[in-house]
Nanobody
């Protein structure tokens, strides 16, 4: 059984940094991927960044490219999202996900498991 537990959210001023963590258990299929999604009030949930477990291939939404970095520590079974140069529009609940991906760029994926989410608030 897959369990995902996020931590590290909080409030920060614009241009600041936050690192999110996702402790994963039960993630054994290296053909799968993990990723970070976010949902702002009144908006649909969107993919932010993803990583393929077997290859380490990474994907980023254009809006965060160059500012966010996704990484994983296999020994700790933990996924990270380092967020730098934060903007007020990055304010959202951030979710960790375990998913099956055909194409990141085409948003052709199926989320198998979600974490509970962690709030990130960026003030101007």
């Amino acid at each position: 059984q897959v369990q995902l537990v996020e931590s590290g959210g909080g409030s920060v001023q614009a241009e600041g940094s936050v690192r999110l963590s996702c402790a994963a258990s039960g993630v054994s299929d290296k053909n799968r991927s993990m990723g970070w999604f976010r949902q702002a009030p009144g908006k649909e949930r969107e993919g932010v960044a993803g990583i393929t477990l077997w290859s380490g291939f990474t994907y980023y939404n254009d809006s965060v490219e160059g500012r966010f970095t996704i990484s994983r520590d296999n020994a700790k079974n933990t996924l990270y999202l380092q967020m730098n140069s934060l903007k007020p529009e990055d304010t959202a609940v951030y979710y960790c996900a375990y998913l099956r991906v055909r194409s990141w760029s085409a948003s052709d994926y199926a989320v198998l498991n979600w974490g509970q989410g962690t709030q990130v608030t960026v003030s101007s």
